[in-house]
């Protein structure tokens, strides 16, 4: 496991959010979601997997979920990176139980500045990142920079449903309901993120609204990008090509 110093205070923030989470993250974060986590994970892989990759770069990668559910969909070679060691152990820990560790390889790195060659991978996928960076659109810059041209790029982030029923049903889970269950479930680091969660969701796309992450993609390079709410809109997979040379 390479080690890649990471040096915003944003970034120190995220390794102190998430640092005490990892021993139950992907079963609290299954149940706490309602099952909804694992539906748009399978979606940017499923998304991923159509381009038949030889080599895939899984960013914010944590424990490895969406991980090796790439090792189960493709038979490329994985590289996942993440910002927090604790996560990356139990990732680690992860894939050698699995039947596919020899074709993945987990490393501590920043996605503001990844420690990749120029068009290394046919596909990036990444997850719940762009709340804890700084700077979204240089951040999908630097991931397209990573991508090779006609490759295909995958996100799946948080996102604020449009409906009135569903916003006002989100809002007071995410207030309310998930800070409560996630202290029941998980005790005081889950409530931190409960109560962290909501606020955050909204007040990144107060500041940077989907139209807004489209726009970052396109001028990344990324083309034919779509956006696919999930969930009545609680969850938002983004994908897209990278262009060619013309």
Known sequence: ????????????????????????????????????????????????????????????????????????????????????EEMLRLGLANVEQSKHSGRIRLSIARAEQLPFADATFDAISFSYLMRYVDDPAATIKELARCLRPGGVIASLEFGVPAWTPAHAVWFAYTRVGLPLFGFLLGGPAWYRVGRFLGPSITNHYARHPIAAHVAAWRAAGLQSVTVRPMSFGGGLVLSATKSKPT
């Open 1 to 84: 496991m390479s080690a890649q110093r990471a040096g915003t205070e944003l970034n120190r923030f995220t390794r102190s959010l998430f640092h005490a989470l990892p021993p139950r993250y992907d079963t609290l974060a299954y149940l706490l979601s309602f099952g909804q986590d694992r539906r748009w994970r399978a979606a940017v892989v499923r998304r991923v997997a159509e381009g038949a990759p030889k080599r895939v770069l899984d960013v914010a990668c944590g424990p490895g979920g969406v991980t090796l559910a790439l090792a189960d969909a493709t038979a490329a070679d994985i590289v996942g990176v993440d910002l927090t």
